[in-house]
């Protein structure tokens, strides 16, 4: 499973969810109000208050969505801290101290001290 990131949908949902649910409707308000009251107009704002409505409730959710699986993964970080990850083709990461200097042979960090065991599998894919 991949690591859902609110960072670049976020401001997406968030613009088109303002956008339905306030200055779509201000704007029909407005020509109503000019044009005279007209009932698709009023039908064009519920359905845009709806819509609007609907779009950040999806962001909320995926939002609490992210908060949850962030929280796991920082629980898995938490208990796996001896253990060292790739980061490059010669290169490992010690979990503990961040060390990113440490060799595929090494069996404990130069810096840290710790011994490392066995990689874990990590609750989602985190590296992308
Ligand atoms: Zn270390």
Redesign the pocket.
């Known amino acids: 499973m991949r690591k859902l990131n609110m960072y670049r949908p976020g401001p997406f949902f968030l613009g088109w969810g303002l956008f339905f649910s306030i200055i779509f409707p201000l704007l029909l308000h407005l020509i109503t109000f000019i044009a005279g009251n007209n009932a698709y107009f009023s039908l064009a704002i519920r359905a845009s208050n709806t819509i609007g409505t609907v779009v950040i409730l999806i962001l909320c959710i995926l939002i609490c969505f992210e908060l949850l699986q962030d929280k796991v993964l920082d629980r898995f970080f938490e208990k796996n801290t001896n253990v060292k990850i790739r980061i490059s083709e010669k290169y490992f990461e010690?979990q503990?101290?961040g060390?990113n200097k440490v060799h595929e042979d090494q069996t404990y960090?130069t810096?840290?001290g710790?011994g490392f065991k066995d990689k874990q599998k990590a609750p989602f894919n985190i590296y992308y």
């Open positions: 010690c503990k101290c060390n960090c810096i840290c710790v």
